[in-house]
């Protein structure tokens, strides 16, 4: 059975202070491991998909990373709408089905 | 503007009651998902379809039915066989097994 976990639950940041979030995963077979954006109350925001160790991608302050066991969503230089949920999910070899961890609340205060 | 449309945002009912939330998209996407997401937990699979016609159960599937008469929508019904049905539902879609696009979600409050 696919697993994720992500660390820390909740991170709190002052704005311009670089921080990292991990994601941990067990799965047969990766096909994609994806980080998601939530706000309160909204639905997820796709950011980033990652197919293979080594791979990385960036988009604005936000560094994706991946190995065989666990994705980095490094924040550099966060600014405070940067605030959000952060999901990490798994897609494994069975099929279409998405394996979500349970998120890390990011809290940047200006 | 193409996307993913779910109403109503907010929906409130009795205990006994089946209820059937919407989901609507307009991306020409093959799959669609439907989620359940409980406070600070990740989210998880209910139902999800792949073609029309045709749907698997997911994790959770107890308690809940599906319909995929037309590729643009994906209807959940929320029967009273679902023990703890107060939750953020939320539906996505994609395109085979690419990344997943969600819509704004639906509060369901059953009280």
């Known amino acids: 059975e696919d697993q994720v976990t992500q660390s820390p639950e909740a991170l709190r940041l002052q704005e311009g202070e670089s921080s990292s979030l991990n994601c941990s995963y067990t799965?047969?077979?990766?096909?994609?491991l994806f980080w998601y954006r939530q706000d309160p109350g909204k639905g997820p925001e796709f950011l980033f998909t990652?197919?293979?160790a080594g791979e990385e991608k960036e988009k604005e302050r936000l560094k994706a990373t991946l190995t065989k066991k666990e994705s980095f969503l490094h924040i550099t230089a966060p600014k405070p709408e940067d605030s959000a949920t952060y999901l990490c999910?798994?897609?494994?070899?069975?099929?279409?089905?998405?394996?979500f961890g349970g998120g890390t609340r990011v809290l940047v205060k200006p | 503007d193409g996307g993913i449309t779910q109403s109503p945002k907010y929906l409130f009912r009795k205990e006994g009651q089946n209820v059937t939330l919407s989901c609507e998209q307009n991306?020409?996407?093959?799959?669609m998902y439907w989620y359940r997401q409980d406070p600070g937990q990740g989210l998880r699979l209910i139902y999800y379809?792949?073609?029309?016609?045709?749907?698997q159960k997911g994790d959770i599937a107890e308690g809940y039915s599906v319909s995929r008469e037309k590729k643009e929508s994906f209807p959940l019904t929320v029967t009273s066989a679902q023990k703890n049905p107060t939750a953020f539902y939320l539906c996505?879609?994609?395109?085979?097994?690419?990344?997943?696009?969600f819509g704004p979600g639906t509060r369901l409050t059953v009280t």
């Open positions: 379809s792949q073609i029309v016609n045709d749907f």
């Open positions: 990652l197919y293979s």
């Open positions: 991306l020409n996407h093959d799959a």
């Open positions: 799965v047969s077979g990766l096909r994609g």
């Open positions: 999910a798994v897609q494994g070899a069975a099929g279409n089905k998405l394996t």
């Open positions: 996505a879609s994609s395109e085979n097994t690419y990344e997943q696009y």
